[in-house]
């Protein structure tokens, strides 16, 4: 048998190949690791933070404007802390990732533990476990000692505790998750294989599109089950006012996630042996390798980039460009906010149905917006110019999608708020139960002739059925009142659906001319910074004001108010005014929408102006629609 010598760097070789393969920490462990972080964070942020909203309000008594807040808070957290997180953050970018996660994951905890801590637990139940109605002779027997007692700060301490722990959790979800898309990115670049790195991002991508409609999956189903998990008392079902969902489920699920990924991540080194790897293939490849001096202070970057931001803040194409971007942040943070409890308010569906509704045509109308988008440039071969000018024309569009708001179904009759008091139904209550009805801080509708009463006292009603959930003798006859507010026998919510998908696909249409028409209108020495610059003037300007201007045009459109039990305290909306709901709506998207449309045609018609000069000369980027006669 002959025998083979094996050479002492070939045994060496061979050695450091099978301690690759048993490896733990390895590239391919960093990129499941990043994608799981990827998956929290848009799951948590852009799934369950937003279609919870309107359920977080009911259960601590929050107004609209106030809860518009609480998304901001993440949007300006992360972009006040995104710039230190990537210089710190580059000296150790797995333990960075780790950390921002860990912190995340802390925000998340810190939202569910808003409802074990300050969680509304006024559903009086009675006799038997059944949800107790505020019928006009129980009424009556409540002494004077219960009213006293209900009379207390307890209500305004306990949504003032709640909101604060909500902001904190809100701002600490935006810290933890500004290294995700920024050091997290960079390491990948730095450890996978350059050929194959385009595949891995697309993968990411993908994951961080999938991840929302996960959120509104799992967020409509716990917003099915009671908020303690147990049996809801009987009587009170998801279509009841009172229902108050399970929604802290997602936000402990997500934080528990953060954290698996998060102490994994501590684990990694600052450095894997395939970087060198990594950077000798990009030289070979003639790709532009990134080197950071680790010793160079942050005060030191930050004079080398003022130079660099007046460049940018004096290119007019630029600044034009990211005024029109603020204005599409600002409406795509407030719709994402809001729209589900439009939906809940217009056409008289649960919380849980709007959040399926709201998944079901934001993801597939972005998702293909962007996909179709991305088809539009590399067809056509788009340069930033030519971005700019579709991204303007569509624009238009848009602006025409936005009327989809004006489809909404009639207000409900409001006995006494936007419909005359029924006088029989009067009477009897003056009769019976005048001193007994319960006042603004209940809210138990019931629906008679059409009209609805704001609790079955308010309709003179003495008796109930829970097995059927009707009230008889109301309104000082025989009449029946049934639970809930009336019918308005409105149709309209396909329409709107289709309308809202066709807006959704215009508006995320563009997302792909973005990065395009930022690169080529700067030099090639300024494109770092503008890519930073309009990533926090858009969170800043559009996405932070977004949700908090809305919310107050929604409040505005309140016609009942549930106030607490002295009256002081004005909580959540219970009833909206549904045309001034969406003209508020439709005004807010239309100018929004004009104006940024405007910004995009005139930084167009500038760059056309200054004729196409180029990245190397210096000012608005590579042009080539300007056409260069052939030479005889």
Not at 152 to 176: K, N, R
Not at 205 to 211: G, L, R, T
């Amino acid at each position: 048998m002959a025998l083979t010598r094996i050479s002492e760097s070939e045994s060496v070789g061979a050695v450091t190949d099978i301690r690759k393969k048993r490896r733990i920490f390895t590239p391919l462990f960093y990129f499941f690791l990043w994608c799981g972080c990827i998956f929290c964070q848009s799951m948590l942020v852009s799934g369950f933070l937003n279609i919870v909203l309107t359920t977080i309000q009911v259960e601590f008594q929050i107004s609209s404007a106030k809860a518009g807040l609480i998304p901001s808070n993440y949007d300006i957290a992360a972009a006040v802390t995104v710039l230190f997180v990537a210089h710190f953050g580059s000296l150790n970018k797995p333990r960075t990732l780790g950390l921002g996660v860990l912190t995340m994951g802390a925000g998340s905890l810190i939202f569910a533990l808003t409802h074990f801590i300050f969680g509304r637990d006024d559903i009086v139940v009675g006799a038997g476990g059944s949800f107790k109605t505020h019928l006009c002779e129980t009424a009556l027997n409540l002494n004077a000692s219960e009213s006293d007692a209900d009379c207390s700060d307890s209500e305004t301490m306990g949504s003032s505790g709640a909101y604060i722990l909500l902001t904190l959790g809100s701002v600490l979800i935006g810290i933890g998750a500004s290294p995700v898309y920024t050091v997290g990115t960079t390491f990948c670049d730095e450890i996978l294989p350059p050929q194959k790195v385009s595949v891995y991002f697309g993968v990411s991508y993908a994951i961080s599109a999938i991840a929302p409609a996960v959120g509104f999956i799992l967020g409509g189903m716990f917003l099915l089950v009671y908020k303690s998990l147990g049996e809801p008392p009987q009587g009170l079902t998801v279509e009841n006012t009172n229902w108050v969902g399970a929604w802290w489920l997602g936000f402990l699920i997500s934080a528990l996630l953060a954290f698996v990924f998060g102490l994994l991540l501590l684990l990694f080194p600052s450095q894997l042996p395939e970087s060198e790897e990594v950077k000798q293939k990009k030289i070979e490849l003639n790709i532009q390798v990134e080197t950071i001096e680790e010793n160079k202070k942050f005060v030191d970057l930050l004079k080398e980039m003022l130079p660099l931001l007046k460049g940018i803040m004096l290119n007019p194409v630029f600044v034009l460009y990211i005024l029109g971007g603020i204005t599409d942040s600002l409406l795509i943070s407030a719709f994402s906010a809001w729209l589900p409890k439009m939906i809940e308010s217009q056409f008289g569906v649960t919380s849980s149905l709007a959040a399926y509704l709201f998944g079901g045509v934001t993801v597939p109308g972005a998702a293909g917006g962007i996909f179709i988008g991305g088809l539009i440039v590399k067809w056509r071969k788009l340069d930033g110019l030519q971005c700019l000018k579709w991204q303007a024309y569509i624009g238009l569009i848009c602006i025409v999608s936005q009327f989809t708001f004006l489809i909404h179904c009639p207000s409900i009759q409001l006995d006494g708020f936007n419909s005359n008091f029924n006088q029989d139904c009067l009477d009897a209550v003056n009769n019976k139960c005048q001193t007994s009805c319960p006042g603004g801080d209940v809210y138990e509708p019931v629906c008679l002739e059409g009209i609805t009463y704001t609790s079955p006292c308010a309709a003179a009603c003495t008796e109930y059925n829970s097995s059927s959930t009707d009230f008889y003798n109301c309104c000082g006859g025989e009449a029946i009142a049934t639970s809930g507010t009336c019918d308005t026998n409105c149709n309209l919510l396909i329409p709107f659906v289709i309308g809202l998908m066709i807006m959704m696909f215009f508006t995320f249409l563009t997302n792909v001319f973005s990065l395009t028409v930022i690169l080529r209108c700067v030099k090639d020495s300024e494109r770092v910074v503008a890519i930073s610059v309009q990533s926090v003037m858009c969170r800043v300007f559009g996405a932070f004001p977004g949700p908090i201007i809305l919310g107050a045009f929604i409040d505005k459109a309140c016609i009942l108010w549930n106030t607490s039990s002295c009256g002081d305290h004005k909580g959540a909306c219970q009833e909206y005014n549904n045309s001034e709901l969406m003209t508020a709506a439709v005004s807010m998207a239309m100018i929004a929408k004009i104006i940024g449309t405007i910004f995009y045609f005139l930084g167009w018609r500038i760059w056309i102006g200054r004729g196409g000069v180029s990245t190397d000369d210096g000012k608005y980027g590579i042009v080539s629609t300007v056409d260069i006669p052939a030479e005889d």
